[in-house]
Nanobody, 118 residues
Framework: QVQLVESGGGLVQAEGSLRLSCKAS????????MAWYRQAPGKQRELVAT???????NYADSVKGRFTISRDNAKNTMYLQMNSLKPEDTAVYYC????????????WGQGTQVTVSS
């Protein structure tokens, strides 16, 4: 059974930093594309960043240059380093994994709240 568990969210002031972690179990995550999504109150969920099994990274325009996605295959864990945070980054952040190679995630974590104060 595939499980994803996020951690690292919290309250931070604008221009601060946070690092989110996503620990996978029940699967060797290094074989799969993983991603971070976020959902702010009253808004649709949006894709933040993806990382493929080969290490190719893509980012939403809104976070380019500020966020870095990475993975530690030995720990079966994905990370999101968030720097220069802005109040508009406030959201619940979810990690996700595509285990069926369809290009869409099919397993999700429970989410971790990130709140950026101005």
């Amino acid at each position: 059974q595939v499980q994803l568990v996020e951690s690292g969210g919290g309250l931070v002031q604008a221009e601060g930093s946070l690092r989110l972690s996503c620990k996978a179990s029940g699967i060797i995550a290094s074989f799969n594309t993983m991603a971070w999504y976020r959902q702010a109150p009253g808004k649709q969920r949006e894709l933040v960043a993806t990382i493929t099994s080969g290490g190719t990274r893509n980012y939403a325009d809104s976070v380019k240059g500020r966020f870095t996605i990475s993975r530690d295959n030995a720990k079966n864990t994905m990370y999101l380093q968030m720097n220069s945070l802005k109040p508009e980054d406030t959201a619940v952040y979810y990690c996700a994994i595509d285990t069926t190679y369809t290009g869409e995630p099919d397993h999700w974590g429970q989410g971790t709240q990130v709140t950026v104060s101005s």
